[in-house]
């Protein structure tokens, strides 16, 4: 197996699909405050990494360091790649503003 599947795997085995279509990450977030909190996160080679950009990267490709990851249906658990767009800083907080 190689590691871009075997990473995919670990991931779909945490996951339940919501009748909304999002797949909702069930392993562990990040602490409730402070930058980045409430996401999913898991460990890749020693590294805590957010889950939704693993999945963003795996079937769109690399997120510049510039670039954000944001969830179009407005939940932060949801891991679903066709939920998930690449956008500014500024886009991103935009969104976040008409929520």
């Known amino acids: ?3 871009r599947i075997d990473i995919l795997s670990r991931i ?4 339940v699909v ?9 392993g562990p977030h990040s ?4 930058r980045g909190h ?12 957010a889950v939704h950009r693993v999945v963003y990267t795996h079937y769109y490709g690399y997120v510049p360091g510039k670039k954000q ?16 767009e690449m956008v500014t800083h500024k886009e991103n907080q935009r969104r ?3 929520r």
């Open 69 to 84: 990851i944001d969830h179009t249906c407005k939940n932060r658990c949801c891991v679903n790649p066709d939920h998930l």
């Open 38 to 49: 409430s996401y999913p996160r898991m460990c890749l080679d020693g590294q805590t990494v």
């Open 12 to 15: 779909l085995q945490r996951i």
């Open 18 to 26: 919501a009748p909304s279509g999002c797949w909702l990450w069930t």
């Open 96 to 98: 976040r503003d008409r």
């Open 1 to 3: 197996m190689t590691r």
């Open 31 to 34: 602490g409730s405050n402070g």
